[in-house]
């Protein structure tokens, strides 16, 4: 297993167009976690899965922004309607535990234009 | 309101120093916290974990502190390299449902040769 994987690692949209990014954790991982990170911030939490149950939104996550993760194994995460303030790294992280580090993807760089 | 504060955006020091990054908090209770480096245009990578009721922990040039009464932690890097520069950051562990973890916004290092 070579960690967790993220694509598209860049994605240009048109605003008001709808992206999907996926993730692959580590396969023995059953937590994953999406973050979003702007420019000189730090990872700020979106939404977690323990398997395949969505277990916390942030208040961040608007109706546009949907998660699932079929079968407790990828995920996706789809943005619909795009806008530019949807501009970041999404980032998407898998734990073994809750309390252990975290392994993150390289990201997914979306640039709405 | 909840803060937390990373020392400064940018910290320079000449190749063999010490770099000491502080990491201080505001109105959480972590569990535990974590430091993580981070490469321009790449996902966050753990570094080292320390607990609520350990002091210290050390992993190679690296030393972490933890300070629950100051609400502080410190991070440092000896013998520090061109190598080591990056961006740190470090991230509360707060025993919610999810587990999640809440970064700074990071201090970017750079060690001069």
């Known amino acids: 297993d070579t960690g967790v994987s993220q694509n598209p690692r860049h994605k240009i949209t048109k605003r008001g167009q709808n992206v999907t990014f996926r993730c692959d954790p580590i396969?023995?991982?059953?937590?994953l976690y999406w973050y979003r990170q702007t420019l000189g911030q730090g990872p700020e939490f979106l939404t977690y899965?323990?398997?395949?149950?969505?277990?916390?939104k942030s208040r961040l996550l608007s109706d546009r922004f949907s998660a699932e993760r079929p079968k407790g194994s990828f995920s996706t995460l789809e943005i619909q309607r795009t806008e530019q303030g949807d501009s970041a790294m999404y980032l998407c992280?898998?734990?073994?535990?809750?309390?252990?580090?975290?392994?993150f993807g390289q990201g997914t760089r979306l640039t709405v234009v | 309101s909840q803060k937390i504060e990373q020392n400064s955006e940018a910290l320079n020091i000449q190749e063999g120093k010490t770099a000491t990054l502080t990491c201080n908090y505001t109105?959480?209770?972590?569990?535990?916290l974590q430091w993580y480096r981070q490469d321009p245009g790449r996902g966050p990578v753990f570094l080292l974990l320390i607990r609520e009721n350990e002091k210290e922990k050390r992993k190679e040039r690296l030393k972490v502190t933890f300070d629950t009464t100051l609400k502080q932690s410190l991070f440092h890097i000896t013998a520090s390299q061109p190598a080591d520069s990056a961006t740190y950051l470090c991230?509360?562990?707060?025993?919610?449902?999810?587990?999640?973890?809440?970064f700074g916004t990071g201090t970017r290092l750079t060690v001069i040769p």
């Open positions: 991230a509360l562990g707060i025993p919610t449902g999810a587990n999640n973890l809440f």
């Open positions: 992280a898998s734990t073994l535990t809750g309390d252990t580090e975290a392994f």
């Open positions: 109105n959480y209770s972590p569990a535990y």
């Open positions: 899965f323990q398997n395949e149950a969505q277990l916390e």
């Open positions: 396969s023995e991982h059953n937590r």
